[in-house]
Nanobody, 117 residues
Framework: QVQLVESGGGLVQAGGSLRLSCATSGIIFTSYVMRWYRQAPGKQRELVAT???????NYVDSVKGRFTISRDIGKNMVYLQMNSLKPEDTAVYYCNGIRVTTQQNYWGQGTQVTVSS
């Protein structure tokens, strides 16, 4: 059974940093693409960062140079390091995993990030 559990959200001032963590179970990273999404109030869910099975990373333009997605295969963890945070980064952040061969799609419960100006 696949489970994703996010943590690390909170309230931070603009310019600050947070590291989000996604604890996974039932996932083999060589079979899954892992992503972080976010959803701000009144807006659609937005793809923020991706790490492929081979470890290649991609980011939405608005976070390039500020956010870093990474994974620790031994600990079954995925991270999103967020630096130079802006008020517009305020959202609920979700960890997502897609099994490439079957397109089975799994979500965590989300963690709130609030950036004050």
């Amino acid at each position: 059974q696949v489970q994703l559990v996010e943590s690390g959200g909170g309230l931070v001032q603009a310019g600050g940093s947070l590291r989000l963590s996604c604890a996974t179970s039932g996932i083999i990273f060589t079979s899954y693409v892992m992503r972080w999404y976010r959803q701000a109030p009144g807006k659609q869910r937005e793809l923020v960062a991706t790490i492929t099975r081979g470890g290649i990373t991609n980011y939405v333009d608005s976070v390039k140079g500020r956010f870093t997605i990474s994974r620790d295969i031994g600990k079954n963890m995925v991270y999103l390091q967020m630096n130079s945070l802006k008020p517009e980064d305020t959202a609920v952040y979700y960890c997502n995993g897609i099994r490439v061969t079957t397109q089975q799609n799994y979500w965590g419960q989300g963690t709130q990030v609030t950036v004050s100006s």
